[in-house]
């Protein structure tokens, strides 16, 4: 593990330590009823996962740990490393420590063979510098109250039940839907180990921000659930009669009726104005479904962020959506090994072979920059004409039509 400054020392957290660790991680990230923090929930990072850096005196001063995530990718999946919990105490900060905390997270994950690492950044402008581009958007819809729908045909046939969500009951059902619904798309991460998922769907009392307890709406066929949501409402009067909003936490639906009637149930709930949704792709079917998506208030936000641990091998585990043989010209300052010549040449069934290259470069460009393509989200030739990416005109076109993928990543919860 990397040292960092004089003074400090890098540990992996022993269990022993685990409620020190978190202590300061609130710190770091004051938040209120976050399950992240909460006592009364598991603590979600496998043994072995939590690392410290530790002060002169003994006491921790700044963590991290990771998630062993499978990362969906166009095609394929990847061995990833999910980085969270970072955060120096206040106290300790502006002494490198952030920057030796990330070298040893990315010296660790190589070692348990994940060849991509994956976080949500609470400060975009700092995960650039550790080369993680952001390789994701997503897209959060405020509607209003019976927001009209285009029709499906199917969706008359569906029935919908709402209970009180019961975490002991219906987390495998939310949980299979989730799974089920995201299957294809990259970034959709599923909620592993158990205990991470546990604390996703927890419902805390101080984290409610005055909403109910969690309800879940299903869609049915007979028996077979089509479709799934998380849901709250908030009582709210205005001059006129109740303003409830609808704050939806999770909606998870297997085909295009189910997602319909799913929708259209959410937004015709009593007693309320305006339904809110969690993160969505920006391709998701709400969106095409829309009659009139004008009164529909939108909120952009960069989504999954990723960053090459081991580019040949991350580069061969995802298809591509035409042949290309292209030498990227390649920069990594973090992980030397990254950086250099690698010929990228992707056969007609989408499949790749990735090796060392003395050919002059086609495309010259940095690792973050190779991470905001990864998925399939981003374009070379909008990063080219940012200056981002140096290239002729056909090799950075080609170059974007091949990294391209057909649905567009996301993953709608954060870790």
């Known amino acids: 593990m990397t040292d960092p400054a004089v003074g400090y020392r890098t540990l992996v957290v022993p269990p022993e330590r685990l409620r020190e660790f978190r202590e300061v991680a609130s710190l770091a990230f004051p938040m209120l ?196 949501a998380l849901l709250a409402r908030q009582e709210q009067w205005g001059a006129s009669g109740p303003e409830y909003p609808v704050r939806v936490r999770q909606a998870s639906a297997l085909d295009a009726a189910a997602t319909h009637r799913l929708w259209t149930f959410l937004l015709d709930l009593d007693l309320t104005a305006t339904v809110s949704t969690p993160a969505l792709a920006v391709d998701d079917p709400l969106l095409h479904l829309l009659e009139d998506p004008r009164p529909t208030q939108r909120r952009l936000g960069d989504n999954l962020w990723v960053r090459l641990l081991d580019v040949p091998a991350a580069l061969g585990a995802r298809r591509y959506a035409t042949p290309v043989d292209v030498v990227l010209d390649l920069s990594d300052t973090l992980l030397p090994a990254n950086a250099g010549r690698w010929r990228l040449e992707v056969d007609a069934a989408g499949a790749a072979q990735v090796s060392r290259t003395d050919a002059r470069g086609d495309l010259r460009l940095d690792v973050r920059e190779l991470g905001a393509l990864y998925l399939g989200g981003r374009s070379a030739s909008a990063l080219a004409a940012a200056g981002l990416v140096d290239g002729e005109r056909d090799v950075v076109d080609r170059v974007t039509v091949a990294f391209t993928s057909p649905l567009a990543p996301v993953c709608p919860w954060i870790f």
Request: hydrophobic share 45%; glycine share 10%; net charge neutral.
């Open 33 to 228: 009823g976050d399950p992240l923090l909460d006592d009364s929930l598991p603590f979600a990072l496998p043994a072995g996962r939590a690392v410290a850096v530790e002060s002169a005196d003994g006491a921790i001063v700044a963590t991290h740990g990771s998630y062993p995530f499978t990362l969906p990718v166009p095609g394929g999946a990847v061995p990833c490393a999910g980085l969270t919990w970072v955060g120096v105490r206040p106290d300790h900060r502006r002494r490198g420590l952030m920057a030796s905390m990330l070298r040893t997270h990315v010296e660790r994950s190589l070692e348990r063979g994940e060849v991509v690492s994956a976080l949500f950044a609470a400060e975009a402008a700092i995960y650039g510098r550790f080369g993680y581009g952001s390789a994701a958007d997503d897209v959060r819809l405020t509607l209003p109250r019976r927001a009209a729908l285009r029709d499906v045909a199917g969706s008359a046939d569906l029935t919908v039940d709402l209970v009180r969500f019961d975490a002991a009951v219906h987390t495998a059902t939310v949980e299979d839907l989730y799974v089920r619904a995201g299957a294809g798309r990259p970034g959709w991460l599923a909620r592993t180990p158990p205990e991470l998922l546990t604390r996703v769907l927890a419902d805390l009392p101080a984290a409610r921000g005055g909403y109910e307890p969690l309800l879940l709406a299903t869609v049915r066929r007979g028996d077979d659930v089509r479709g799934a």
